[in-house]
């Protein structure tokens, strides 16, 4: 059955027009596969599993106002699922070379007369398969596509049916109430005591497609509000200059490393009062820093700013797609060379985000920009970009290894993408027992991103060192 006509969201209608010529709003992954699976496979998988998602048959066509989204009434597997023999150059192994296909990918623009999704598939990769999926932000965010990917793995469980409102129209109106004004209730004092008692109401008519907005107060109230609010955050000191800021050439590599071990991961970070995400982020910091020295850039006393998405759905409601997170900066001590103090320093820029409004604000961002001509909407979102470097996001996979159509997934990873002239986008996905880092890098910034993966592993060997060698009882 075709999926029914329906408009698409306004911060969904963002990262559709977010695309520029040097950055795509798409959301790449590689799964290893072992052993080999087939075409017929995975074309059958998809059709039984995958397109149980009215979204991956519904194209988009835009309009004045926005986009909707419209069964294509057209829909032809074949234009969704690609094979490709893996092209090596002499001496290139086999990774090298499915890191030259993914990177390519990542810059290849989707046909948008068709659904905005593709899988590619090598039958022959390592003694097994490698599969290549490429999807656009406007569909879903990462929490979202990894609900996803639960449900088309062997035995995964088809999407609840959808029940549409009588009473309204199927937006973003529930989801607000529920994942924001809810549990986020300190989180939404602060901003009323700060915004004053219509916060709550803006938000929902930033958020809710059907709501009209132009020629009215309420629009001017909330787009006020929302200008002051970026004023504001435009008023954050710039990033410290280093050789990954700079002006993209839309030319992208990707690399990945493997995966360290999550539960030493956590054991150091129970040693040392922190969290995971600590130990993780302070990693990205460490191994970004050393990079930075070998290529004779001296990063002492420099930071850089990440902006790190934010769930801002419960996590029962993921299989509803689309995207519901909010933005905040990191900033990431990058030249602290001391481990501990790396890991402390990430520590303490943690806590100063909890009970921050900004996810909120960044919601808010998106959305009007969703309503914006696309010049406006470029002006108003590169306000990210001046204060980043990064994209960096940090995805919870299942704990434990999944099966897809009778193989094994033995490693998966995932890109994200990058906003305005941003040219760097660090990616950390937990699945099967442990952590792995990737990273996606524009090739006038990092021509060789796996120079910096290949330092994730030593910089948290070197916070187990340093940790072990505290007297007993002080690293805790």
Known sequence: MLAPTERMSRVDTAWLRMDNDVNLMMIVGVWLLQPAITYEALSERVVDKLLKYGRFRQKVVEDAMGATWVADEDFDISNHLVRHTLKRRRGQSERAALQELVGALSTTPLDHGRALWQFHLIEDYEGGSALVARIHHCIADGIALISVMLSITDGGMDPPERKRRKAEPEGEHDWLTDAVVKPFTDLTVKAIGMYGSGVAKSMEMLANPYQPLFGSLD????????????????????????????KPVGIKHVAWGEPISLDDVKAIGKALNCSVNDVLL???????????????????????????????????????????FGLVPLVLPIGIENPIERVYAVRARMKELKGSYQPLLAFAVLAVAGLLIKPAQDALLNMFAKKA??????????????????????????????????????????YGGGVQFGLITDEKLCPKPQEIIDRFEPEFEKLVMVTLMLPWGEAA
């Not at 109230?221 to 700079?246: C, E, H, I, N």
């Not at 997934?409 to 937990?430: E, K």
Request: some cysteine.
């Open 219 to 246: 629009m001017a109230r909330s787009g006020y509000q929302v200008l002051s609010d970026v004023a504001a955050m435009a008023l954050m000191p710039d990033d410290s200059p280093t050789r990954l800021k700079g």
């Open 282 to 324: 302070a990693c990205v910091a460490g191994a970004i820093g050393q990079y930075l020295r070998e290529q004779g850039e001296d990063p002492h006393g420099k930071e850089i700013r990440a902006m790190v998405p934010v769930n801002l759905r419960p996590l029962e409601n993921a299989h509803q797609l689309g995207n519901r």
């Open 389 to 430: 470097t990064a994209v960096m996001t940090n995805v919870p996979g299942p704990a434990k290894p999944l099966r897809f159509c009778g193989s094994t997934l033995r490693q998966t990873m995932f890109w994200v993408p990058q906003s305005g002239n941003i040219g760097v986008g660090v990616s950390i996905l937990s």
